[in-house]
């Protein structure tokens, strides 16, 4: 129990959080196998049941996230890399507020609008790019915000700038992965690493750290037990099949 706690207070203090490695030098335990399963408990159960959507004014965007890939045109145009959405409150007169980030299936308009009713609530402005899947959000209850690339490009605008606030959430995460975690994230875990950076990103502003691990012990604490075949990504086969026992009874060459 004393190294759980300890391990919370390693996790929650650290303002860009902690790696495997590191928190297996800091608590000297000798698997690498026990801490990862222990960061992962702690990720899995960061995302509190019923937690508040986003309000007011409210950036969409989705990013790739993942290595670059040579053949990748860029864009929605799909490949090895995750496609993830992004959503953050803009605040007045500046600033940004909270954040949501989750994969998505694909760009079309069914993940979309997915992403906006999971986390951003109805009556909110949503401001989101010209795409055309995202039309329609007026009808889900939402002021939508359309802000067109090509139209800033005409007036010798850059389109870069129109949605500064998930671009800038987007860049922090891809840094702090690359950083804290040097990439090494696949896309079985990968919503368990965004949980993270949300739950750091939007408390980023607190004053106490031992508020931040208060929060952690009490959200680990109500949430269901988690097993470690359930933070298995996938299950491996062996390369090479087992020998089946003999029979009773069954001569063995030599015996």
Request: overall charge positive; glycine content about 10%.
């Amino acid at each position: 129990m004393t190294v759980w706690f300890a391990a919370c207070w390693q996790f929650a203090t650290g303002n860009d959080g902690i790696s495997a490695l590191s928190l297996k030098r800091t608590l000297e335990i000798d698997s690498y196998q026990t801490v990862w399963a222990m960061l992962h408990r702690l990720r899995s159960v960061l995302v509190r049941p019923g937690r508040d959507r986003l309000t007011g004014r409210v950036e969409v965007d989705e990013t790739y996230i993942g290595g670059e890939e040579p053949d990748l045109a860029g864009g929605r145009a799909r490949g090895k890399k995750v496609l993830t959405g992004v959503a953050v409150e803009v605040l007045e007169p500046k600033g940004f507020g909270r954040c949501r980030m989750m994969p998505l299936a694909d760009a079309s308009a069914r993940s979309l609008h997915g992403l906006v009713r999971d986390c951003v609530e109805p009556g909110a402005t949503v401001i989101a790019d010209g795409w055309p899947r995202y039309y329609g959000l007026d009808k889900l209850g939402y002021v939508h915000d359309r802000r067109s690339q090509r139209a800033a490009a005409a007036r010798g605008e850059d389109p870069g700038e129109l949605l500064p606030a998930v671009h800038r959430v987007a860049s922090l995460a891809k840094r702090w992965l690359l950083g804290t975690h040097q990439g090494a994230v696949d896309a079985a875990h990968l919503p368990n690493y965004l949980n993270e950076f949300v739950f750091r990103f939007n408390r980023r502003r607190s004053r106490g750290r031992g508020m931040v691990f208060y929060r952690v012990l009490e959200l680990t604490v109500g949430h269901d037990p988690v097993r470690y075949r359930d933070l298995i990504a996938a299950r491996q086969p062996s390369a090479v099949p087992p020998t089946p026992p003999h029979k009773f009874g069954q001569r063995i060459a030599g015996g």
